[in-house]
Structure formats: structure tokens, C-alpha cells
């Protein structure tokens, strides 16, 4: 197996390998919490998401880190020009901006969940980090790469030889790029700043240069550094953090550790249009993740709609996408519906055995994700799978492993969907609800725990559950399969 991604930098598809064999130290740029969630932010997630869980499916251990901005980024990306989203909201919503990003930050862990979204070890927030960012803006000063001018701090780009590497622009281009903000202070047009002294700013800290606040770039260098050390094996982002913040990242980051590279692959995904044009609020085509969970789309259904397509492809999503989404899903979901009878004996089993075929799509779908993820084919090999399923009649060993790889592909991918219908293995429960019912977990606890008073003869605490679990709209159903949980 050799795992194939695209680097940026490189500008060609690359044989992944992590400085150190077996681990990978990721690091994702993450939300600005200054509005709710849209369907816009999470695509480059998404892809991290993807990312991690096929790294996890080859077996490496993943160290992932997504940051949380909640200070110091600006309108314009650009701390010269444009307010910073978080005290613009502040200031538009009337409230304190640590409320705000407070307030935004909950709907975006909301939103990973909703969304299905393995969890990252860390997700450090800029304004717990400060003394961090402060000591590596120190340290840039200290060794010449950065100067001051009164309370601000700017990167001194003359200091560094790389910069454009990644965005391979030229000097023109970085110049050109530089322009619109017209600085006096700077030595060069491309310098940025570290640290801006602004006794307006609603969200101030000390420093030794002054109280005020630190710049967008300054964050994600010091918080990968502090989770993940001086060299990352994996840096992702969408297609408009390469210029400038990636480039303005490697420039402090390669300046302060004196490492070289500070990432070793580069991984960015393209934007993402909505309804066929870019996502505006002005266009009526601005959808939040918790405005389409009001619409009555799952969060499986909007991930897949959202994650179908191959990252560095740009992606369409519109509702017709989401009502395919929910089709593919379905038929999946009766596929293995049809299996799992088959499995349980409640359906009559045949005589293939599936084995070879099954081993087959494995490979197949793993292939696909092997080779820059290419998530396209690897839902290709999936539908695949569900119409071998459906033209055969499998064994009751042949659907239990097909049920099996199912279950693997919803691991690798996130794509696939619960199980139908889950009998725990003793108890004997067979879940009729949603599987993606937020109470199932308690419903079948409280279950599990009547199952037990009853076998303690408890018949009083027994019947209080019976009383508990239909006043939340659930009942139990006894069944020859087992205790059939049904919502009322
Ligand atoms: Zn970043």
C-alpha cells in the first residue's frame, strides 16, 4: 500500500511518509468563530476528516490539531486594512466579543457532530495562546526577522528567502498582492504584521511592545508549534489560506525554529459553490449546517453531499445534490436491511459466498482513497457493492461479511451510514428508531437496565422505566428476535 497525496508546494502527487514512521502530526487551519457554521467553511474539514480517517484505516496514529480563531482575523486577511470578523460581529451584534465567539464556537462543535466528524486530539483557541504567540514574536525579533515600528511588529520579509514558495507567486505578484494596503510604516509592502497595538480593539492583551492584539498568521504558528512541534508532517486548508496566511505561516514558523520544512506536505482543497454560484448571503444561497438540520436533512445526508467529490475538484452543492444524497443512502440502508435478515435467519439465506468479490471491493475502495483520495471512485466501488448484494443471495456467512465491510467502509469514510437495525450482542435489543436518534445511547441503557431489574425480579423498577421510556416516545416490543425498541 502506498498512500499518494497531492502537495501544494511541490506541486505533484507525492508518496506520503511521516518524519517519523507510523505517526502523523496534523495540523488543520479551523473556523473563525464569528458567525454560525455554513456548509462553505467545512469542506476543507471535511477533507481533513476523510484525510484522517484513511490514515487511521492504514494504520497510522494521527495527532490532529484544528484551531479555534477567535481573535485577529481580519476582513481583508490583512491586519492593515478590514476590521477583525470578531469585533465587527461584536460590535453588530451588541454583545462582548468573547461571547460571540463563544456563542459560534458551540455551533461549530455542534456542527462537527451533526456532521459526523472524528474528533481532533486538540483545538486550541488563539486568545488561551497569547504568551505563545508573544514568545515566538520575541524570538523573531530577536533574531532579526521581524522589527518594530512604535507598538506594532512586522515580519521582516527581506530576512527570509522563501517566501512565495508555496504559492509559487513572484516578486511582482507578492507586490501586486501587497498593494491594495498601502502602509508607510512598512519597510517593504510585503511585511505583515505580528502585533498590532490598538487601544480601540475590543479584545486587548499586554505585550512588550504595548497592549493589542496579535495577527491571524502569528496563531497557527505558534499553536502547531506548542501541540505538535517544529516540524509538521501535514498542514490542510482551503485554497484561499495558501496566500498570504500559509505563506505567512512557513515565513515565521521556518524563521523562528530555523527547521526547514516546517510541513512536509501541503493539502488544500477548492472552494466550494453553492446552487452553482459562490455562497453570499445577498444571493439567498447561504446555508448554515443548522439551517439544513431544520430543513430536515441529516447530517449524514449534507456530509455526503458536501464530501462526494475529490477535494481539489470544485464542488456544486445544491439541494437536488442533498435529495441524491438521501437516495444513495437509502439504498445502501436496505441493502444491508436485506443482509442483516439474511444474518439473523429471519430471512431465507442462499448459497454464495461473496468472499473473493467482497475482498475485492476492499481492495478496490481502499485503492481509490490510496491514490489522493479519491473519494469519487471509492463511493463508485461502494454502489458497487450494493448491487452485487442486491443481485445475490448470499450465505448467512456470505451477509455477515458483507455487513462486515459496510461497517468498515462507515469507519474509513464516514459516508456509508449506521446499520439498519442494531441487535447488541447478549441483550439482545433490536433498534427500530433513527440511528442517528440523539437519545439512542440512553434509550438503550435504560432498556438494558429494565431488562435487568426484570431479571432481579424488580418488577417496580422495572415498570418505572417501562413508565420512563414512554413518556420520552419510546416502546418496547417483545419480539422472537429480541426486545424490538420502537419510537411511538
Ligand atoms: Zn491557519
Redesign the pocket.
Known sequence: MTFRIYDTMTRGLVEFQPKDPGVVRMYN??PTVYSSPTIGNFRSFLMADLLRRHLEARGFTVHQVM?I?DVGHLTEDDIEQGEDKLVAAARRERVDPFEIARRYEKEFFEALEILHFRKAEEYPRATEHIAEMIEMIQGLLDKGHAYRVGGNVYFDEESFAGFGKLSHKNLDELLEGARVAVNEEKKDPRDFALWKTDEKHLMQWDAPWGRGFPG??I??SAMSRKYLGDELDIHT?GED?IFP??EC?IAQSESFTGKKPFVRYWVHCRHLLVEGKKMSKSLGNYYTIQDLVREGWTGREIRVALGRVHYRQPVNFTKESLAEARKGLQRIHEARARLLRIAKGLEEAGEEALGPRLENAREEFGKALDEDLNISAAMAVLFELVSLVNRSKPSRRGAEEALALFRAFEDWTGMVGEEPEVQSDEEGFVWMADAEDPKRSEVLGLAKERAMAKAKKDYQRADEIRDQLARMGYRLVDTAEGIRIEKV
Open positions: 487551519c479551523g484551531n480563531t491571524w498568521h496563531e497557527c486548508g489560506n496566511h500559509h505561516e
